[in-house]
């Protein structure tokens, strides 16, 4: 499986962004989709994910203002980042975990600006 993100820029605070991360190969059963964001000498958190289900979970800091979505027919998952804050820069990854498999897209810049 591999998974390719887009959609990260440059935005002004209080601006949005929609990410993109479509993936080919297969997944089966149950699976999470989920966006994390790491800036430097920081550990990877994660930001928002979604289940097969449709479940999500947000992180406290982003919630109301973030949405995770996803298009199983078109295999991708959105994250879309509304009233940004200069604290959301970092470099979003998008993941996917299926079972014990557990994959990982490239990163995406998103930097906001006060």
């Known amino acids: 499986v591999q998974l390719q993100a887009s959609g990260g820029g440059l935005v002004q605070a209080g601006g949005s962004l929609r990410l993109s991360c479509a993936f080919s190969?297969?997944?089966?059963?149950?699976?999470?989709m989920g966006w994390y964001r790491q800036t430097p000498g920081n550990q990877r958190e994660l930001v928002a994910s979604?289940?097969?289900?449709?479940?999500?979970n947000y992180v406290d800091s982003v919630k109301g203002r973030f949405t995770i979505s996803r298009d199983n027919a078109k295999k991708t998952v959105y994250l879309q980042l509304n009233s940004l804050k200069p604290e959301d820069t970092a470099v979003y990854y998008c993941?996917?975990?299926?079972?014990?498999?557990?994959?990982w897209g490239q990163g995406t810049q998103v930097t906001v600006s006060s």
């Open positions: 979604i289940t097969s289900g449709g479940s999500t």
């Open positions: 993941n996917i975990r299926n079972g014990i498999r557990n994959f």
């Open positions: 190969g297969s997944i089966f059963g149950f699976n999470v």
